[in-house]
């Protein structure tokens, strides 16, 4: 069964303090891996999709890496505007069109 | 772009209600899935349908769960007895759903549902 572990639950940070989120995955086939971000009251809006290990992508101040096993969501010199939860989801080769989620990171970036 | 489209944005009602969620996809998507979110359990997939036909529906919970697609901009999710365990935020994605195209998903903004 597909399984994904989001760590850690939560995370504080001060304005402009780099730190990295983690995501471990057990899938039978990655089709692909995706971040979101759930700002409180609101939808998960979609962020980054890597397909292979070795793969990174970029946006602003985050950065999104994989490997065979986890994936990181790197956030440089953060502002309070990044304080959301970051929700990590795999799909699988076999099972098409749907994703599991993890349980996802809540950051908090104080000014 | 209007994007996913939810009715209505909270709900509150008693035991024993039926309750309907509603959802418009994104124009020209041909996957559309229901998720529920809780503290306990957080976003669980329910249901997907591919071009209005339910392919998988292994999520749902009970019997007292029901969805359609009658055509492809319009979804409900129906919960008939409702119980106050099904009290949630429930969020409706889509994707294209087409072969070789990017398989992100994009979310409506989830209706509150509160069964006391």
């Known amino acids: 069964e597909d399984q994904v572990t989001q760590s850690p639950e939560a995370l504080r940070l001060q304005e402009g303090e780099s730190s990295s989120l983690n995501c471990s995955y057990t899938?039978?086939?990655?089709?692909?891996l995706f971040w979101y971000r759930q700002d409180p009251g609101k939808g998960p809006e979609f962020l980054f999709t890597?397909?292979?290990a070795g793969e990174e992508k970029e946006k602003e101040r985050l950065k999104a890496t994989l490997t065979k096993k986890e994936s990181f969501l790197h956030i440089t010199a953060p502002k309070p505007e990044d304080s959301a939860t970051y929700l990590c989801?795999?799909?699988?080769?076999?099972?098409?069109?749907?994703?599991?989620f993890g349980a996802g990171t809540r950051l908090t970036v104080k000014p | 772009d209007a994007g996913v489209i939810q009715s209505p944005r909270h709900e509150v009602t008693e035991m024993g209600q039926e309750v309907t969620l509603r959802c418009k996809p994104i124009?020209?998507?041909?996957?559309l899935f229901w998720y529920r979110q809780t503290m306990m359990r957080g976003l669980e997939l329910l249901i997907y349908?591919?071009?209005?036909?339910?392919?998988?529906d292994s999520g749902m919970p009970e019997d007292r769960f029901s969805a359609k697609m009658p055509n492809a901009s319009f979804s409900t999710l129906k919960i008939q007895p409702s119980e106050p365990r099904d009290s949630a935020v429930y969020f409706c994605?889509?994707?294209?759903?087409?072969?070789?195209?990017?398989?992100?998903?994009?979310f409506g903004p989830g209706t509150r549902l509160t069964v006391l």
């Open positions: 989801a795999v799909q699988s080769l076999w099972n098409n069109n749907d994703m599991r």
């Open positions: 899938v039978s086939g990655l089709r692909g």
């Open positions: 890597l397909y292979s």
């Open positions: 124009s020209g998507h041909n996957s």
């Open positions: 349908f591919n071009n209005n036909v339910p392919i998988d």
């Open positions: 994605a889509s994707n294209p759903g087409l072969a070789g195209s990017s398989n992100e998903q994009f």
